[in-house]
């Protein structure tokens, strides 16, 4: 009996490996414009004809290669990137296995010209299926051309496998996205069929993104920023009111490589909950930068995905840096008023030098008044001059309210839970307790910003023993405690309260220190928040007006007036709706 076991020729080997790394045009796509990056291109042109079938072309300005190394580049294993197994963990650069190109060249006709810049002339290499077919010396520029013909031509079944140009394309555009969000450093151009589809010039990442989803998108995105000892995190987010029923735009970068996190990804969900209607995915693009050492990339054949060292930190810092950034922006403009953008401005006053909140305070200023706005009051004014501003057709009957327009209460409370008032074009309902909760939440994050507060004497001083764990709690929080308006004596483990804000009831003074002692001291897991903010936001929950309160006309009226002097006044400090509103369309809906 002869033997059965053969080593299969070279060129099969390779056509088989060939097929676990190239699946599809966009593959090529993907991994040459991988290696224009890694060799520090700062200029990268990407063509492509009939969706990559006939032709896949990268024209690169980088480092180049030597005629040796430019030979070596296509054998199975050959990499400059990597030289022992440790330095996989300390990996910056995008390839490392040294398969790409030998895989490409096993599957399609390849023409590789490269130049280095200590080189007059550049080396030029065809190849065909493995084979080299011919070596040249070309003149031409410093660094890289590489043009792929005739994919999967020694494959049949893969070619015929093929999805339609516009599927191929499109799976084109996502490797092309990916690549040229992640470098929004380097300049990118992309043609089909001669025609340019994108040109995307070096510069900031939004400019990038905008590049990419077209001029309509730059309204649309919200910053987010963070930095903790594990991760840094950057980048935007989608305003929940534009995000889409498909999950097209969904980017995750690690260290400048997109990678596919349903991990992270669930964190976002978690951070938009509440905040999207069924059906609807949020759209992020979220760039994190952690020590190479505490992730591997390596898991993968393509690469796509990585795993963390301190997944769940990362996990909880994803997280409410998003939840964050979506509190702190106005992100829905449901009124129907143009917003100013002026007032997307953030109140992580720890961050930045202190300076006075921007709430203007228009002491003659009416809600009731008639008629024009005398000053640069903010826009809400208009939500009062509500009814008569009402396009009315003119031969309409105008039936008159019970009451002149100017002396009607144009608020009621429902259900002891929510105020009900109007718009210029809608009704608007607000929920009294988020409402106030926002409120509460500016002004106590307005006295640690401006170090001024307004303080009440209490008339009974409460007194409290602590447990030393309660004591380091307190001492953590106690210069935010004096600079909100709390004015307390220690002496050992013995606390005396003589003093709160104003903005807090004295009957909720013990409430307020339990919550604060629950609070616990700034850890990890709440790293992405000051401790500021914070404590604005439990005195915030403790303060605020529950529902189930009756409140006074007065008192109604006054709720909804600070709540639209708010910087933010959709979303509750706990990213909840604080109102919502039906305009006539939505009314007209219900009628039908
Ligand atoms: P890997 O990127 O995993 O190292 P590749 O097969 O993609 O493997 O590339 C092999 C080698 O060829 C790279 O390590 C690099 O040294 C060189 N190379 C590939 N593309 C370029 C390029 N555009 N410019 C300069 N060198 C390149
Ligand atoms: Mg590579």
New binding site residues.
């Given amino acids: 009996m002869t033997n059965k076991i053969q080593l299969l020729p070279d060129h099969v080997a390779n056509q088989i490996a060939a097929g676990e790394v190239i699946q599809r045009p966009a593959s090529v796509v993907k ?2 414009l ?3 990056i ?2 520090q ?1 700062t200029h990268i042109q990407l063509h492509i004809k009939e969706a990559g079938k006939t032709l896949i072309q ?1 024209i ?1 300005n ?4 030597l005629t040796t ?2 030979r ?3 054998e199975r294993h ?5 030289r022992k197994a440790e330095d996989l963990f300390q990996l910056s ?12 060249a096993a599957i399609a006709h390849v023409d ?1 010209i ?1 130049r280095t810049a200590e080189d007059e002339l550049a080396s030029q290499l065809i190849i065909e299926g493995s084979k080299v077919m011919r070596q040249n010396v070309v003149t031409s520029p410093v ?2 051309t ?1 043009t792929i013909k005739n994919l999967f031509f020694n494959i049949p079944a893969r070619r015929n496998f093929l999805k339609s140009n516009t599927v191929e394309l499109r799976h084109i555009f996502d490797e092309f996205h990916r690549v040229a969000l992640a470098h929004p450093e380097v300049e990118f151009k992309m043609t089909h069929n001669g025609d340019e589809v994108f040109h995307l010039p070096k510069g900031p990442l939004q400019k990038r993104i905008v590049g990419i989803l077209g001029a309509k998108a730059a309204e649309k995105l919200v910053p987010i920023k963070e930095e903790t000892s594990i991760v840094k995190v950057g980048g935007f987010i989608i305003k929940p009111a534009f995000a889409k029923k498909t999950r097209g735009q969904q980017y995750f970068f690690v260290n400048n490589r997109f990678v596919k996190s349903p991990y992270l990804h669930h964190a976002l969900l978690g951070a938009f909950e509440g905040l999207l209607q069924a059906d609807y995915h949020p759209g992020y693009f979220i760039y994190l930068e952690v020590d190479p050492q505490a992730i591997d990339i390596n898991i993968h054949p393509t690469k796509t995905e990585v795993k963390f060292e301190d997944e769940q930190s990362i996990y909880a810092v994803v997280k409410s840096t998003v939840k964050h950034a979506l509190g702190m922006f106005q992100i829905a403009p449901v009124l129907d008023f143009d917003r100013d953008t002026s007032l997307d401005v953030s109140y992580d006053t720890h961050k930045q030098p202190a300076k006075m909140p921007s709430i203007e305070v228009d002491a003659s200023f009416n809600p009731f008044r008639e008629g024009k706005k005398t000053t640069a009051a903010p826009q809400w004014e208009s939500l009062y001059s509500a009814v008569e501003a009402t396009s009315l057709p003119d031969d309409a009957v105008q039936v008159p309210l019970n009451m002149p327009a100017q002396a009607a209460p144009k608020v009621f409370q429902l259900m002891q839970k929510f105020i009900v008032s109007s718009t210029r074009s809608a009704l608007l309902i607000v929920h009294q307790q988020r409402a106030h909760q926002r409120v509460l939440y500016e002004r106590f994050l307005e006295c640690t910003a401006t170090q001024q507060s307004s303080s009440q004497q209490l008339l009974f001083h409460l007194q409290m023993e602590l447990t030393p764990e309660q004591k380091a709690v307190y001492d953590t929080y106690e210069p935010i405690l004096k600079t909100m308006g709390f004015d307390v004596t220690v002496t050992d483990l013995a606390v005396e309260v003589k003093g709160i804000p104003v903005l807090c009831e004295q009957t909720e003074v013990r409430s307020i220190f339990e919550a604060i002692f629950e609070l616990g001291a700034p850890e990890a897991e709440h790293a992405s928040f000051s401790p500021s903010d914070r404590m604005a936001k439990t005195l915030a929950r403790v303060s605020s007006i529950k529902s189930g309160t009756v409140l006074s006309i007065q008192e109604q009226q006054a709720l909804v007036d600070d709540l639209f002097s708010c910087k933010e006044s959709t979303l509750s400090p706990f990213n909840q709706q604080i109102f919502i509103t039906l305009n006539q369309q939505e009314l007209d809906l219900k009628f039908n």
């Fill in positions: 991994e040459l991988e290696n224009a890694d060799a291109a990268v690169d980088g480092t180049g290669m190394d430019l070596l580049a296509f050959a990499t400059s990137k990597i650069s995008k390839g490392f296995r040294g398969e790409a190109l030998a895989s490409i590789a490269s660094g890289t590489f």
